[in-house]
């Protein structure tokens, strides 16, 4: 399998929810290897460093005090197509539009409480993931149903 990789958060919100494992466990079920995870308060500089991009719009200040609101579950997943198909379990942005059966059409009602996080693409995969993680915090290992996910 090759070794695509991608950043994913369970927010404050998923976390005091008790979201936790119901997120973990959508990722792990479809076959996706984690390689990375810790809990984690950032602050609100860090936070606003993740949320760099998005630095101009009028929810940012929000956003990264939000973000570092509380305890954050950091993870990093692993396998073939995991970027992409990550936002394809995560949903649309705003709960609203996410179909029902991904995690936040299931789980989360408005886009300021949307409960979880994932990369958008390559550059901010790693640029996410770099961030959040030394290298020496990740691991690298075959998984016994790696042969029989992937064939
Ligand atoms: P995503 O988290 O789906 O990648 P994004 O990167 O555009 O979405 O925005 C990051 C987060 O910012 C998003 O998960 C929730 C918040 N957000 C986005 N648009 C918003 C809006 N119009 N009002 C309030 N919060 C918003
Ligand atoms: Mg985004």
Redesign the pocket.
């Known amino acids: 399998a090759e070794l695509e990789r991608t950043f994913i958060a369970v927010?404050p919100d998923g976390v005091q929810r008790g979201l936790i494992s119901e997120i973990i466990s959508r990722f792990e079920r479809k076959g996706y290897k984690l390689v990375g995870i810790k809990v984690v308060v950032p602050s609100k500089e860090f936070a606003g460093k993740h949320?760099h991009?998005?630095k101009e719009?009028?929810?940012f200040n929000?956003?990264s005090e939000f973000l570092s609101s509380g305890p954050v579950v950091a993870m990093v997943w692993e396998g073939e197509g995991v970027i992409t198909y990550g936002?394809k379990l995560?949903g649309?942005?705003?709960p609203q539009k996410s179909e029902p059966g991904t995690i936040r059409g299931d789980l989360a009602v408005v886009?300021?409480r949307?409960i979880?996080?994932?990369s958008?693409g390559p550059e901010t995969a790693k640029d996410e993931i770099n961030l959040w993680f030394k290298p020496e915090e990740l691991v690298s290992f075959t998984s016994n149903a790696e042969k029989w996910i992937y064939g």
């Open positions: 927010k949320y991009a998005l719009k009028p929810f929000g956003l936002r995560i649309a942005t705003d886009v300021g949307n979880i996080h994932g958008d």
